[in-house]
């Protein structure tokens, strides 16, 4: 039985900016979120200076999905995606382009994690890449109808009418880089 990832959105006003990496020798797919200066304060600059002194870590979270690696920082918004995959084994199908004015939306992942900040949902998946609309998938769940919901600038999240993961899709990925 494959497990399932409840996620809530919440709607933000500003956009988060995705940029991707692909490193060639080790097969790793890196994707970066930046978050515009303002846009939810993480820590004022007292609780920043009072945990330095106390010597508190900043809390950064590990959240395994199957073989995609999600990190978020410490409010749980995601900060970067990895990915080891061999671009030579992704489904080469048609991807729909998600609409550009899909709603900007905050992530809440309905996990638990463990004392070292660290989750694994085993979630099986499938890479599925479209050269002609350079789009990028991890599919999750196969023919299932879901909501986009856009969390950086040409990164989107596809959820099921229960909140379950369904899709998470990337674009602007020029195929010249992989093949």
């Not at 940029?19 to 790793?28: C, E, I, R």
């Not at 515009?36 to 508190?56: A, C, F, N, W, Y």
């Not at 998946?125 to 950086?152: I, S």
């Amino acid at each position: 039985m494959m497990n399932k990832l409840t996620v809530y959105t919440d709607l933000r006003q500003l956009e988060c900016i995705a940029n991707h990496y692909w490193d060639k020798d080790s097969y790793v797919l890196s994707f970066i979120i930046e978050y515009p200066e303002g846009m939810r304060d993480l820590k004022s600059e007292l609780q920043k200076q009072i945990d330095k002194t106390v010597g508190i870590k900043s809390s950064e979270y590990n959240l395994l999905l199957g073989d995609v690696e999600l990190y978020l920082n410490e409010l749980k918004q995601v900060t970067s995606l990895e990915i080891r995959t061999n671009h030579k084994n992704w489904k080469i199908i048609d991807l729909n382009k998600i609409a550009t004015n899909t709603p900007s939306v905050w992530l809440d992942f309905q996990v638990n994690f463990d004392e070292n900040a660290h989750c694994f949902v085993d979630l099986n998946y499938d890479v599925c890449f479209d050269p002609k609309t350079e789009q990028l998938a991890f599919v999750y769940q196969n023919d299932v109808q879901c909501e986009w919901y856009r969390f950086a600038d040409d990164a989107y999240i596809g959820l099921d009418i229960n909140h379950q993961l369904v899709s998470l899709q990337f674009g602007n990925i020029k195929s010249s880089v992989f093949f």
